[in-house]
């Protein structure tokens, strides 16, 4: 089997839902990273790209009929570079990164471009068509921006709760405190807004031209520096009562729009690129269980990765867990037993944002910039998934290897 590399990743800076990103289409903001990336490698022959694969949870407004395929095409690249949509939700665009290694693995591919992308501004309504024609009664839209939607009865109610009242219940399986996600997301923020003060995200991020607002979007939106544990203690639950509720819109993941890609590649691909390597993917993992604690998926998913790498724990220089909600990520944390320090130490979702499809590739892409930047050899990047589903990749700087 081939050995499978990461040698460039970029993204958009991640914008608020409603906020500058929000009158970019999606199949827009994904040629947007692809132009970017490709930009990134000038001596590339284009034709050499064996696919395009891209991440995007929803499919559902202008990201559908195979947004890998339209980015490609919207960005220039030659019609003959096939390309396909995966949807793992949450882990969208890192299972497009996993496929990708796998194609260059078994030798059917030397380099893909994998990427991901959501617009959760511009995720429609939609109306279900009618059992019967002319129906009396008044019809329903549903709105596709985030969780279930168009629930098929046959599900067990336990299973289709939302991911707020799904986060509330691991919460209290774990018996973790308000207080805790408190101080979690002001950590978010505080370490977002530093790493981006540090020039971290220099080399990560593709700034964008807001349609019709002006100013270039150069960073994340949705990060507060401000933000202290006490600031967000005063802020309201939004899925519970106060008496017995404990997640809030700050330690939270933000809705957000963006784009994410990265190079996928063989040995071979640095001659194609003209550039060497930022990290070996050194294995893989998967897991699903109940619906309802789909926050403590990427506990096993990692596990699985870390044992068929194998590597332990206290192997591990850094981890990206994207923070879908503060009490997910520390159920987590608290599970794999490791130090929080080496969670997220650029900041995470609660402070960046969460784009669907997009984030599975920006935790990817971070993870390979932190071992750069630290001389770590090995580092874990993970996303838990609704509907009960984690997913892990295992990386290796290929500085410290």
């Not at 990273?33 to 490698?41: C, E, I, K, M, N």
């Not at 997220?344 to 784009?355: K, L, Q, S, Y």
Request: net charge negative.
């Amino acid at each position: 089997m081939a050995e499978a590399f990461v040698y460039d990743a970029v993204r958009t800076p991640f914008g608020k839902i409603g906020g500058a990103l929000s009158g970019h289409r999606s199949d827009d903001l994904a040629a947007h990273v692809v132009r970017t990336l490709v930009g990134r490698a000038p001596g590339l022959d284009a034709a050499a790209i064996d696919e395009v694969t891209f991440g995007n949870a929803n499919g559902a407004g202008e990201e559908n009929r195979n947004v890998a395929r339209m980015a490609s095409l919207l960005a220039g690249l030659p019609v003959s570079i096939p390309g396909s949509t995966i949807n793992r939700l949450c882990g969208s665009s890192l299972d497009a990164a996993i496929a990708a290694s796998r194609q260059v693995a078994v030798g059917d591919a030397d380099l893909v471009l994998v990427g991901g992308v959501e617009s959760m501004s511009r995720a429609p309504w939609v109306l279900p068509k009618t059992e019967r024609p002319f129906p009396m009664q008044d019809l329903q839209l549903a709105n596709t921006t985030l969780g279930w939607r168009l629930v098929n009865p046959q599900m067990p109610a336990a299973w289709t709760v939302s991911l707020g009242e799904a986060t509330e219940q691991l919460r209290e399986k774990h018996g973790i405190s308000r207080e805790r996600q408190d101080a979690f997301a002001a950590r978010s923020h505080r370490l977002a807004a530093a790493a981006w003060d540090e020039g971290n995200y220099a080399g990560l991020v593709s700034p964008v031209a807001p349609v019709g607002r002006g100013a270039l979007l150069e960073r994340d939106e949705t990060i507060r520096p401000e933000s202290t544990p006490e600031s967000l203690a005063g802020l309201r639950t939004v899925f519970r009562g106060a008496e017995d509720g404990t997640v809030t819109a700050g330690n939270a993941s933000p809705m957000s729009d963006g784009a994410s890609a990265a190079w996928i590649g063989s040995e071979h691909a640095a001659t194609l690129l003209g550039r060497e390597p930022l990290a070996r993917i050194v294995s893989r993992g998967a897991h699903g269980n109940e619906p309802q604690y789909f926050g403590e998926a990427p506990v096993e998913a990692a596990n699985r990765a870390l044992a068929r790498a194998g590597l332990s724990w206290n192997q591990i220089d850094a981890v990206e867990l994207n923070e879908a909600f503060a009490a997910q990520a520390l159920a987590c944390v608290d599970a794999w037993g490791i130090d929080e320090e080496s969670v997220n130490a650029w900041g995470g979702a609660i402070a960046i944002g969460h784009p669907l499809g997009a984030s599975g590739l920006r935790v990817l892409g971070t993870l390979a910039a932190r071992l750069k930047a630290s001389g770590g050899r090995y580092g874990v990047a993970s996303l838990c998934i609704g509907v009960g589903q984690g997913l892990a990749v295992v990386l290796e700087n290929t500085d410290a290897a």
